[in-house]
């Protein structure tokens, strides 16, 4: 069983919709990753926190400690947002865990 | 700056042939990750260094060895390739602390027939 969990697996909305998506894991961490994957395979770094809330441009990140959750936002989605994002955890042993991804289409 | 790069780009080997993938950064990083992914599983930390002159093992290391013998370079070497090393492998780098923001590589898609 994977220590990070993501969902939904896959995903598609329509141009303009909400995006969420889902990370939980099992134990304490100290930090957790979002990372975008390009169709192209290029990995991108989005975010690190260890709490609260981040924001940059339509992406925003929380993170709630006690619930062991994370989600990530995407407001106003656009096609190129169509990506696999990646949820990482690093917890107190020093590994940095990864989730498997979810897979995001969005259409025009 | 041309960030993370890696090479070769795409290679296909034989079972028993041996490799080396090659890792580079511009950014004067002092942390390095080689990571592989496959179909269905999250990235798996094969080696990462803290350092130069210095490598630790990760969660997959087995059939692989490192070497950072400058800052700027992160080498992955495969001795005996084997079929089940079929996989993308990923670099990356990180400035601040090892496992902080890290800054990946286009990635190395290895074929072991």
């Known amino acids: 069983k994977n220590e990070v969990e993501q969902s939904p697996q896959n995903l598609t909305a329509q141009e303009g919709e909400f995006i969420t998506i889902n990370c939980s894991y099992s134990?304490?961490?100290?930090?957790l990753h979002w990372l975008q994957q390009h169709p192209g395979g290029g990995i991108v770094s989005l975010f690190m926190?260890?709490?609260g809330k981040k924001k940059h441009g339509r992406l925003i990140a929380t993170i709630n400690i006690q619930e062991k959750h994370s989600s990530l936002h995407i407001t106003a989605s656009h096609p190129r947002d169509s990506a696999v994002y990646i949820c990482?955890?690093?917890?107190?042993?020093?590994?940095?865990?990864f989730g498997t991804g979810t897979r995001l289409q969005v259409f025009p | 700056n041309a960030g993370v790069t890696q090479t070769p780009k795409f290679r296909v080997l034989k079972t028993g042939q041996s490799m080396t993938l090659l890792c580079a950064q511009d950014?004067?990083?002092?942390?390095m990750y080689w990571y592989r992914q496959d179909p269905g599983m999250g990235l798996r930390l094969i080696h990462y260094?803290?350092?130069?002159?210095?490598?630790a093992k990760g969660e997959v290391p087995d059939g692989y060895n490192v070497s950072r013998l400058k800052k700027q370079n992160f080498l992955l070497g495969l001795e005996s390739a084997a079929p089940s090393q079929t996989s993308v492998y990923f670099c990356?780098?990180?400035?601040?602390?090892?496992?902080?923001?890290?800054?990946f590589g286009p990635g190395t898609r290895l074929l072991v027939l």
């Open positions: 990356a780098s990180s400035y601040s602390s090892v496992w902080g923001t890290q800054y």
């Open positions: 134990v304490g961490i100290s930090a």
């Open positions: 926190l260890s709490s």
């Open positions: 990482a955890v690093r917890y107190n042993t020093d590994k940095l865990i």
């Open positions: 950014m004067n990083h002092e942390y």
């Open positions: 260094s803290v350092g130069e002159g210095t490598t």
